[in-house]
C-alpha cells in the first residue's frame, strides 16, 4: 500500500499516520519523489482500512499494491488449483460439465434428465430446489421435497449434485446432503450467507452477480474461504448491460481474466447469460475455447412445458451433440 501525500504537507501532519500504522505492525517508509511525497507500508495491510486513512486531510489518495484477496488471489497460490468433488476433478486442465434443469419439477422429470445428461457425459446434475424469482408469483421451487428428489436422481445416476441454498436456515440440511453448494447471482454480496457457506467447509460454486466487477466476485469468495471453504467453484453467467438482445451480456474475457487473478476453476453458465437456447452451442464452445475449466448447462426433457427457463434451456439430445464438441474444443484449448 502507498499513500501519497498532498503538496506541502507537514512532519507534524504524517505524525499521526506513523503511529497508527506502527500500532498496526505497519513499517512505513518515506519516499521522496521530485514532485509526490509518498509513504510507503510494509507488510500486511489487508485489515487497514482505506476509508479511515483517508479521513486524514493531508492524504491526497492511497493505491493498494496487493490485491485485497489473499485465499483466492493467485499471488500465495500460484499453481492452478485442482478440485476434488465426489471422485470428478475441476481445474489445472480438467474440465467438468454440470448439467440438470434450472429446477426440479417432479421425480419423473429429474430422474429422466439426470439418467440423459449422464449418458452424454455430464459430471454432475444441477437442479434448483429453492429458486430466486424475480416475481412473488412465479415457481418458486419444491423446496425440501426438490432436494430429496435431486438426492434419489443422486442415488440413481451416481452423478453428484449442485443445487442453489438462499437461506441460512437450510445450512444444515445443504451441509448434510448437497455436494457443491451454490450461491447465485442475486446472493453473492449476501455477505453472512457467504461466510456461513464458506463454514460449511463444503465444495460451492459463487455465481458473479448480474452488476459484480470481476474483483467484486473475487472479494466475495474471499468472504466464502474466510469462513474457511477451500474449493470454490467461480462462474460467470452473464451481467446486465446496455444489451436487450440476450438475457445479460456473457463476459467471456473473465475465464482468462480470472484465470490471471485466481487459481481456482472458472466454469460458464451460457444458458443465464444468453437466455436462449439457441445460443447455448455456440457459447460453450467458446466458453471451451477461452480455457473455462467446465460449464453449467440448463438441460430439460420438456423445455417448452418447463416452470422455469424453458427459453434457454436445451433438450438432454442437444446436450449429447454438444458434450462431443466441447470436449474436443476443450483438448485443443488445454494444448
Ligand atoms: C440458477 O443457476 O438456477 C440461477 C438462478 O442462476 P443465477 O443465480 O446465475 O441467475
Ligand atoms: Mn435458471
Known sequence: MIIILKPGTEQREVEPIYRLLSAQGIIVQEIQGSHTRMLGMAGDTSH?????????PCI????????????????FHPADSVLEIAGR??????????AGPCSVENERQILEIAAGVKGFGADFLRGG?????????????LGLDG??????????????????????????????DVDVIQIGARNVQNFTLLRQVGELKKPVLLKRGLSSTIDELLMACEHVMAGG?????????????????????????????????TH????????????YWQLVHSMSLAAAAAGADGLIIEVHNNPEKALCDGAQSITPAQFGVLMDKVRRIHAIAAE
Request: glycine fraction near 6%; include cysteine.
Open 129 to 141: 430446489a429453492f429458486k430466486p424469482r424475480t416475481s412473488p408469483y412465479a415457481f418458486s421451487g
Open 229 to 261: 471453504a477451500t474449493d470454490v467453484i467461480l462462474c460467470e453467467r452473464g451481467i446486465r448491460t446496455f444489451e436487450t438482445s440476450t438475457r445479460n451480456t456473457l463476459d467471456l474475457s473473465a475465464v482468462p481474466v480470472l484465470h490471471q487473478k
Open 60 to 75: 491526497e489518495r492511497i493505491m493498494r499494491v496487493q490485491e485485497p484477496y489473499k485465499l483466492a488471489g493467485r499471488k
Open 147 to 176: 432436494l430429496e428428489l435431486l438426492k434419489r436422481a443422486r442415488a440413481e445416476t451416481g452423478l453428484p449434485i449442485v443445487t442453489e441454498i438462499m437461506s441460512s436456515e437450510h445450512l444444515a440440511v445443504f451441509a448434510q
Open 264 to 275: 481456482l476453476p472458472v466454469v460458464i453458465d451460457p444458458s443465464h447469460a444468453t437466455g
Open 48 to 56: 487497514i482500512s482505506e476509508d479511515s486513512l483517508m479521513c486524514f
Open 89 to 98: 476433478r475441476i481445474g489445472g486442465g480438467n474440465f467438468a460439465v454440470i
